[in-house]
Nanobody, 119 residues
Framework: QVQLVESGGGLVQPGGSLRLSCAAS????????MGWYRQAPGKQREMVAG???????NYVNSVQGRFTISRDNAKNTVSLQMNSLHPAHTAVYYC?????????????WGQGTPVPVSS
């Protein structure tokens, strides 16, 4: 079982920034993609950002330009830099890693890290 451990979450004020990290117990070069989902209170879980093994990135439109996903293969870590946060970004953020599979549902998951955005 692959283990994903998130860190960096916590309370942040509106307008502030936060950097989330996800450390994998396996070489991240073996995954087709890694990234982040989030689940806001009362809402469905949604994909926030992803990065493929080739370096291609995807973002949900609402975070385009303010969130940046990056990968450090040497440290087996994927990070999410979040800038200009506002209360609508409040959610539990989950790291994922997808092995080679034709099914998007086939993923490993971190335990989640809360990001409350509040004054």
């Amino acid at each position: 079982q692959v283990q994903l451990v998130e860190s960096g979450g916590g309370l942040v004020q509106p307008g502030g920034s936060l950097r989330l990290s996800c450390a994998a117990s396996a070489s991240i070069s073996t995954f087709n993609a890694m990234g982040w989902y989030r689940q806001a209170p009362g809402k469905q879980r949604e994909m926030v950002a992803g990065i493929s093994s080739a370096g291609s990135t995807n973002y949900v439109n609402s975070v385009q330009g303010r969130f940046t996903i990056s990968r450090d293969n040497a440290k087996n870590t994927v990070s999410l830099q979040m800038n200009s946060l506002h209360p609508a970004h409040t959610a539990v953020y989950y790291c994922y890693a997808r092995p080679y599979s034709p099914f998007d549902s086939d993923k490993y998951w971190g335990q989640g890290t809360p990001v409350p955005v509040s004054s």
